[in-house]
DNA sequence: TATTTATGAGTGGTCAGACCACTTTGTAAT
DNA sequence: ATTACAAAGTGGTCTGACCACTCATAAATA
């Protein structure tokens, strides 16, 4: 007959309702919200109802609950967008290449508004890794993460984090003399924003570090 | 004393098992999930948090339930997440513009593996959306999908819609002359490999469709 | 026999009450 | 004034009970 059979869903309900509540009391950042037996005797419903609509809410990181304490909301740029994604719409492309490739669209990406945008900090990037670059002990990960921070895309750096995860690259695996020495040129020319150059010695990186696999 | 003073989430843990226990019976889309009691006995917990589970993962739009019938797996492609997210999240205009930085750095990059790798699709670009293009009725959307189907990145296909949806783009708009000349010249130049002018027109078309926001 | 109707089992939706574990606060003993 | 203890408040979980609904089956009917 009807489109949709279930014309109320309490616990949605409550949600719609929670939000409005959220709003209407100003409940700001960190706050406490009404314990839940307060909220079932305002929202008429009973307590599980209302534990539904919560913890609902709790999965998508939105609010955060402490045993003794109460209810609160979280700040929602803690949302779990980017880890529900994953859990359940990577799962299906697994395709490790389609991982990869997203991952340097990303790093890429970073790269060109760095060398575009952001004269002021390009001289982080080096001053940053300069020494432990030429001594040591440092691993692929720090350097590029800093370039995504410093592209200050932070989405972009969730996205990046989650699939260097998921891909289980060698990011952590020390550098050998080669590679030390293409970063050294490539920060050089990043710090100069050269680029294309940049990207150049990008793709020499990319293909050193693929020289067996992928 | 302890950074995560709750080191049990009973629902949490539901919700993980849940996940599990889809795989390992191989439940597919539209397909029977236990009935809530069955699920209780089986994972030896309560009802109530077996509910409190599955509630949240039908607020995600994961599954379905059905009163009297029972609850089911429901198609991936149909989650909520971006709807909810968007609603408590998107007020942040810097988050808004990390989206739009981040579904702009999958467009590129998906131009840049058209124009450099895969010669023979790209006259499929062309003749797929010649007519259309020309004569009337199309939108950006169908285009852009386009080409990230033809760059082969079936993940980065995934964040991006997902992207556009969280934006609420004006990616539905119909084209005005303008816009639709742009794209004939980005097509033909993409269609030729040219990567250096392709991104010239991109660029100026992302002027174009922001010409007042952002 | 074929069709309709009634019944009951199974399922999600909701509620109420009861504990438990934990935190906070106020009070009483020191 | 400090400490120790008790009580209240809160989330976490379980149980049992209804209700509303769907579906398959059996019974009654044509």
Redesign the pocket.
Known sequence: MNQT??P????L?IVKQLRQLIADENVSVGG?????????ERL?????????A??SL?LLGLIE???????FLSDYRKHRLVELLSTFILQESKSKEDVHITRQALEKDAIHTICNTERLYRLHIWEAFKEKLIKEEIVREDIIREIIIISDNRLGLKIWFLLKQFAGEPYRENMNLQEKSLWIQLLTSLQKGEEHQVFSLYYEWLLLINRGDV
């Open positions: 059979n279930n109320k869903k309490m616990f309900e406490k919200l009404p314990s839940e037996r307060e909220l079932a008429q419903v009973g307590r599980s109802t209302i534990r539904e919560l913890r709790e609950t402490r045993r003794g304490e109460g209810t």
